[in-house]
């Protein structure tokens, strides 16, 4: 689960502790939220005494969440906020955050690791449509991942044409920190973490197969591609 929970600096909130949330103001997406009331829920940490509110003008097109969370922060209109490592980097850089969770590091109960994962996502008829297609994205993937660990330098070439200054300066530096985590296989353990989370908030009846959730013929056909090259 790629997000951090930080709190600002001068409330001396320890990593991991979940208890001194109480009272506190915590910024945070609307769907982003549910991973972190469930986890508070999973760690048994009364989610009644922490109010876990919106950030306004932080959900607009071309606003990075993160970046307008920090700033939040540092205005003092948060107490905290649950967002992305750009959000995060920027607010400990600032001195005004201290990470109290990182839950991809071990923070919090251990089932909240596959609450979220980032996907790409696609229709069954375009996989039945166009296999090869489905294929060379996954392959695309995996290049651009084993690309980025070769060398780390190649994300500030590319960060620098897409974001604002403020986020290019940070980009090596926090894919230096995922490369630890970058890899495209999808477990069953993944999926079925992630849709048991999915029926406890409330957002997914019934139970798919893994094969109902993963497209293990794209895998497939790339795997047969990268050894017949």
Not at 74 to 97: H, K, P, S, T
Not at 151 to 170: D, I, M, R, Y
């Amino acid at each position: 689960m790629y997000w951090f929970l930080v709190m600002r600096t001068g409330l001396g909130i320890g990593r991991g502790d979940l208890a001194a949330l109480k009272g506190c103001n915590i910024g945070a997406a609307h769907w982003v939220a549910m991973g972190l009331r469930r986890l508070l829920a999973e760690a048994d940490v009364d989610v009644a005494g922490i109010r876990i509110v919106p950030i306004p003008g932080a959900h607009a097109a071309g606003i990075n969440f993160g970046v307008t969370a920090a700033k939040a922060l540092e205005e003092g209109r948060v107490d905290g906020f649950w967002a992305n490592g750009i959000g995060a980097e920027l607010a400990v850089r600032r001195g005004i955050g201290t990470i109290v969770l990182d839950v991809r590091r071990g923070d919090g109960p251990k089932a909240c690791f596959d609450y979220t994962w980032p996907v790409l996502a696609a229709t069954d008829a375009l996989i039945a449509r166009s296999p090869h297609a489905a294929a060379a994205a996954v392959r695309a993937i995996v290049n651009t991942q084993n690309a980025l660990k070769d060398n780390v330098q190649l994300a500030f070439e590319v960060g620098h044409k897409l974001f604002p200054s403020t986020e290019a300066a940070l980009i090596t530096d926090l894919i230096r920190q995922d490369l630890p985590y970058y890899d495209a296989a999808i477990s069953p353990t993944m999926v079925y973490s992630m849709m048991q989370f999915s029926r406890d908030v409330g957002i997914l009846q019934g139970h798919p197969s893994y094969h109902d959730v993963v497209a293990a013929s794209a895998v497939r056909s790339h795997e047969e591609s990268w050894r017949g090259n």
